[in-house]
């Protein structure tokens, strides 16, 4: 009973506190015995009822409107605890404390506010619970290095995304199911970001911490809320590392709870509406259950960068720094064999980084050739297991 604390002279409640101290009051100056005790000489007091003073008789007032007026009060009820005042009014009036009366009768005149409206709590995550966290997408599909043959379906299923409704008045449903796969670091959440800007749409990356639960049922439950709540969005939903999910259902190694969820996430997906464009990555296809791959309308592999596609990087990176490297972007795609994407952006951050901090006398050839030594000697999986 929130309203019936609040120290607010015009909440109902503290009406009714002070409203019964009164009643108190009156009682107490008949000495009328309650609960079939003798009336005791009335000793008046002063209490302090939520920040007021309040003075009366120790001596109880009638038992059974007293028991009427707490009730009333206690569960909000206002018509109960209006009449219950008034019969005290009247029985006030014709003992002839008209005074004493009018008072009571005063406070029920008062204008009562309206019921305060229930305060409605908003969820800071959004309405699923955690299990996903969002993304703004910031990346075209025109500034990811694609290969054609990447490139052209997304483009297709972007527009089928687009003219959904052309589709469904011939009774074609957009494509909308989404498998990728190849080594990390060459594109494939980039390229989850860049669908998802290209149809102005949120993303929403997949928490597998807040998704997989330890005890039976716990985590096909929390993939029924995540699908739930991602049906009522136009959105891309993104997984990442699918294969923590998908795992083959055939593998000795596996509990029964993986292949329960596997079974659970596999018919989650059927039942999505093509608004909602699921993406999957993984870097390990030759774990996902055989189930899982005809799930997905576009299957599409994302390898590491070829030579031609690093020239082109170089290139553009010359024309975003608007100055030449001092070494030809052929030399240098060639001697920065890169593993992937990633590492094709860091390296140009860190050239970037320290041309800005050797200004105002930066020679841009120089950082170059120092970060191509550099580079050269970082730790990597091939080094990592020679040691």
Same mark, same amino acid.
């Given at each position: ?41 009335? *000793? ?8 007021? @003073?309040? #003075? ?23 018509? +109960?605890?209006? $009449? ?10 014709? @003992? ?15 204008? +009562?506010?309206?019921? @305060? ?26 500034? %990811?290095?694609?290969? $054609? +043959? ?7 299923? &972007? ?17 909308? =199911? ?52 991602? *049906?009522? #969005?136009?959105? &891309? ?11 083959? =259902? ?7 709870? %993986? ?19 699921? &993406? ?13 791959? *005809? ?60 041309? &800005? ?28 297991? @020679?040691?």
């Amino acid at each position: 009973m929130p309203q019936l604390l609040s120290m607010d002279p015009t909440n109902v409640g503290f009406r009714w506190l002070m409203t019964f101290a009164l009643a108190l009051e009156v009682m107490a100056s008949m000495g009328t015995p309650a609960f079939g005790c003798v009336a005791a000489p009335a *000793r008046r007091q002063s209490v302090d009822i939520l920040g007021r @003073k309040a #003075h009366f008789s120790t001596a109880m007032p009638r038992a059974d409107l007293l028991v009427n007026l707490v009730r009333a009060g206690s569960q909000g009820d206002q018509r +109960t605890f209006r $009449s219950t005042v008034e019969a005290m009014a009247a029985e006030e009036r014709a @003992k002839r404390h008209g005074p004493l009366a009018d008072r009571l009768e005063e406070n029920l005149r008062q204008p +009562t506010p309206g019921p @305060k409206a229930p305060e409605v709590v908003r969820s800071f995550d959004g309405g699923h619970g955690g299990l996903l966290y969002e993304m703004e997408p910031r990346r075209s599909l025109d500034s %990811i290095f694609l290969d $054609s +043959t990447v490139l052209q379906p997304v483009r297709e299923l &972007v527009e089928e995304q687009q003219r959904a409704e052309l589709l469904r008045s011939y009774g074609i449903e957009p494509r909308h =199911r989404v498998l990728l796969a190849g080594p990390p670091g060459n594109g494939k959440t980039t390229l989850a970001e860049g669908i998802a800007f290209e149809l102005m749409v949120p993303l929403f990356v997949v928490r597998y911490e807040a998704v997989v639960g330890s005890f039976l049922g716990e985590t096909s439950g929390r993939l029924k809320r995540l699908f739930d709540f991602a *049906r009522t #969005h136009h959105c &891309v939903l993104f997984f990442d590392e699918f294969d923590t999910l998908g795992k083959e =259902r055939g593998d000795t190694h596996e509990t029964g709870e %993986i292949k329960r969820v596997v079974s659970s996430l596999l018919l989650q997906i059927d039942a999505l509406p093509s608004h909602v464009v699921v &993406v999957t990555a993984t870097n390990h296809a030759e774990l996902l259950d055989r189930a899982v791959w *005809r799930r997905f309308q576009l299957r599409l592999d994302l390898p590491a960068p070829t030579l031609a596609q690093r020239v082109a990087w170089f290139e553009r990176f010359e024309s975003e720094v608007g100055m030449a490297l001092g070494i030809s972007v052929k030399t240098l795609a060639s001697r920065f064999v890169a593993q992937n994407f990633s590492e094709l952006e860091q390296f140009c951050l860190d050239v970037r980084r320290r041309y &800005v901090l050797a200004l105002p006398g930066a020679d841009i050839k120089r950082i170059v050739a120092d970060r191509l030594a550099q580079w050269k000697g970082r730790v990597g999986p091939a080094t990592a297991a @020679k040691d």
